[in-house]
């Protein structure tokens, strides 16, 4: 699947089939949040796999749905803020390199036929407990990786002459 068919085929997948994912499959995924741009190439994020049988019940606490367990794996994606450029007024930029990893390993399942959705609305401290996280990481995105149990639903997006300007606001 080429980029721009994977970018318009992408939805957030909320059912899925309880088909494993191969190890070779889930590399690739994990591959292309590797090559993912970073400010200053420091890759300030890891990459964390969750297999989901047997971790139900910390799942569960980390993010509700039942739909979220359906998966035979969640990803999280971690930033790692002292090891992030910072621009000249001291932003980091490690919670800006973890998304666009995520971005990528999204973009990567659907090119790949796996269904992911894009979770923000976790508890932080149960994140934090769940996967061990150290007290100098950030989560900051979780996904179930798994095959679509069906189809994408409709959905739409706002025009594009209401989110570009050009030259200035």
């Known amino acids: 699947m080429e980029v721009f068919e994977a970018i318009r085929s992408r939805y957030s997948v ?4 309880p088909d494993p994912v ?3 499959v889930l590399g690739q995924v994990l591959e292309a949040a590797r090559q993912a741009p970073t400010a200053a190439n420091k890759q300030p994020f890891r990459l964390i796999v969750i297999h989901t049988k047997g971790r139900e019940d910390e799942l569960t606490r980390v993010y509700g749905r039942p739909w979220f367990l359906q998966a035979p794996l969640v990803l999280a994606v971690v930033a790692v803020p002292g090891e992030a450029w910072r621009r000249m007024d001291d932003k980091p930029y ?3 390199d973890a998304t666009i990893a995520m971005d990528h390993l ?3 399942a659907t090119a790949l036929g796996l269904g992911t959705c894009w979770i923000a609305a976790f ?3 149960a994140v934090r407990e769940v996967l061990g996280l150290p ?3 950030e989560p900051v995105a979780l996904t179930p990786l798994g095959y679509a149990d069906k189809g994408r639903a409709a959905t739409s997006r706002r025009p ?3 989110l570009v300007k050009y030259e200035r606001w």
């Open 14 to 17: 909320r059912g899925y089939k």
């Open 22 to 24: 191969s190890d070779e």
């Open 94 to 96: 490690d919670e800006v």
């Open 106 to 108: 999204v973009l990567a």
């Open 123 to 125: 508890d932080p401290a």
């Open 135 to 137: 007290a100098d990481v």
């Open 160 to 162: 594009l002459d209401e």
